[in-house]
């Protein structure tokens, strides 16, 4: 059974720091591995896809790896903003291709 | 387009009661996913349908839980008898299928959800 772990649980930093959000998953046959943000009382905002083959995605100031055969993924953030406070969750698709199993999240809070 | 639409955002019954959550996917996306969210479990996956026709229902907890997908643009997730411990937040999430057909697919995209709380 799949199982992904989200180090670390939760990380206070000040505006302008970068940050890495660390992902790990016990299977590594994935077809896809997806992060996504979570802010209080709202949906998830999917943020960067990476399929298996690939090995990161960027978008903006996000950079997302993927290290399948370590079962590992990073989540980079540059330089960060108060506008960056959420939870972030990384999810990994096994067996079939659409079914997700996700992380339990790392709650980032960024001060002024 | 709008976007993925649950409805009631917010839905307090008492214990035994039935309860209906209703999902609109986004026009065009042919899967559609119900998730449950706790703090003590996360999320999980409850069921999926792809063209309408449920795929993987082995995340749907017991027999009280049922879900439909009578058409494309609309689905429900069905609680009879609701139970205290059912109080969550369910998500609605759709995605098209990849054109490529190589068995990988596009992002999910999620609805705002619905907090369930059964007394």
């Known amino acids: 059974k799949q199982e992904v772990t989200q180090i670390p649980a939760a990380l206070s930093v000040p505006e302008g720091e970068n940050l890495v959000l660390n992902c790990s998953f016990t299977?590594?046959?994935?077809?896809?591995l997806q992060w996504f943000r979570q802010d209080p009382g709202k949906g998830l905002t999917s943020l960067l896809l990476?399929?298996?083959?690939?090995r990161e995605q960027t978008s903006g100031r996000l950079n997302a790896s993927l290290d399948k055969s370590s079962g590992r993924s990073t989540l980079y953030i540059a330089a960060s903003q108060p506008g960056d406070s959420a939870t972030y969750l990384c999810a990994v698709s096994t067996g079939t291709a659409s079914k997700l199993t996700f992380g339990t999240g790392t709650r980032l809070q960024v001060t002024l | 387009d709008a976007g993925v639409i649950q409805s009631p955002r917010h839905e307090v019954t008492e214990m035994g009661q039935e309860v209906t959550l209703r999902c609109k996917p986004i026009s065009g996306h042919d899967y559609l996913f119900w998730y449950r969210q706790t703090m003590m479990r996360g999320l999980e996956l409850l069921i999926y349908f792809n063209n309408n026709v449920p795929i993987d229902d082995s995340g749907m907890p017991e027999d009280r839980f049922s879900a439909k997908m009578p058409n494309a643009s609309f689905s429900t997730l069905k609680i009879q008898p609701s139970e205290p411990r059912d109080s969550a937040v369910y998500f609605c999430a759709s995605s098209p299928t990849n054109p490529t057909g190589q068995g990988l697919y596009y992002e999910q995209y999620f609805g705002p959800g619905t907090r369930l709380t059964v007394t």
């Open positions: 990476i399929q298996s083959s690939q």
């Open positions: 299977d590594s046959a994935i077809y896809n």
